[in-house]
């Protein structure tokens, strides 16, 4: 029988073992030479680099709509505080600094949460698809991603209206996994956060126009068996465009994915695997 590890012991250990990394985070973060982003502005910058927007309340296989409900709420209390914020040149975007702690006393409901292989739920839940949110709109643009975490390995839901490619989502936990992007250029952005009764919607604004754009796509796409268990695969590209000649100046791969499916496979388009061949 494999040995269980100190915090999967009791809920009083795993209380433990998640107050010692959060911990260990703010120690960590006050050594830190990062200059993390704080500083707010209501006037928007000129330039839009990318919008985009998702639905909040989705059809996650048999997950209980009140949760999509509550997570509603929860973003609805997080996204103020993201909105407006600058990220100045040489400055580091930190989700959990500016959100800050979950708790009921700050409003927050009982919403969806992901651990060890499984749904669950907590106070907070939901805060993955705003993170999911900015991750997708940085791509898109110059800065650096510095701290990113994701359900590696594992496809939890079927798709219902997708609009990005699988593979490019978020995984965090306040504070210890925590979504991180850093300003390289001498440029000023700003993420505007909101929602509204459908949807969460960003932008990403700049004070310059950027010399190049990016594009996401999607290849190799499919479900394999191997050994009985059903994977989704792709690779997941992203190309710099030169605005002025449209020429792609660079492609590079951000994720290749091979993850187990944790959902009903029985209509799904299915190739079968035999000695490691695709």
């Not at 739920?121 to 709109?137: D, V």
């Not at 800065?143 to 997708?162: C, Q, S, V, W």
């Not at 992007?181 to 004070?207: H, K, M, S, V, W």
Request: with cysteine; hydrophobic share 35%.
């Amino acid at each position: 029988m494999k040995r269980k590890l100190f915090c999967e012991i009791s809920p009083l250990t795993y209380k433990i073992s998640t107050q010692k990394e959060i911990l260990r985070r703010k120690i960590k973060d006050m050594l830190s030479t990062a200059n993390f982003s704080s500083e707010k502005s209501s006037t928007k910058l000129p330039y839009v680099i990318y919008t985009h927007k998702s639905l909040i309340r989705r059809k996650l296989g048999q997950v209980d709509q009140q949760l999509q409900e509550n997570k509603a709420i929860n973003l609805s209390i997080a996204a103020p505080k993201v909105n407006n914020v600058l990220i100045k040149p040489n400055e580091t975007f930190s989700f959990w600094h500016l959100v800050g702690p979950l708790s009921a006393s700050l409003g927050y409901k009982e919403g969806l949460t992901v651990a060890n292989d499984s749904t669950s739920s907590g106070i907070g839940g939901g805060m993955c698809q705003f993170t999911n949110l900015i991750h997708w709109m940085i791509l898109h643009s110059p800065l650096i991603i510095t701290e990113h975490h994701h359900h590696d390995n594992l496809d939890l839901f079927p798709d219902f209206g997708r609009q990005v490619p699988f593979g490019t989502g978020t995984s965090i936990v306040y504070n210890y996994l925590d979504y991180r992007f850093y300003n390289p250029t001498p440029y000023i952005f700003q993420l505007i956060t909101a929602t509204d009764a459908r949807y969460l919607c960003g932008e990403l604004r700049c004070d310059h126009q950027l010399p190049y754009s990016y594009h996401i796509k999607c290849e190799d796409e499919f479900f394999s068996k191997e050994d009985g268990v059903v994977y989704r695969n792709n690779k997941v590209f992203r190309r710099t465009i030169d605005k002025v000649t449209g020429k792609t100046i660079k492609q590079e791969l951000i994720k290749a994915n091979h993850a187990r499916v944790l959902y009903d496979t029985t209509n799904l388009p299915i190739k079968k695997i035999i000695n490691g061949s695709r």
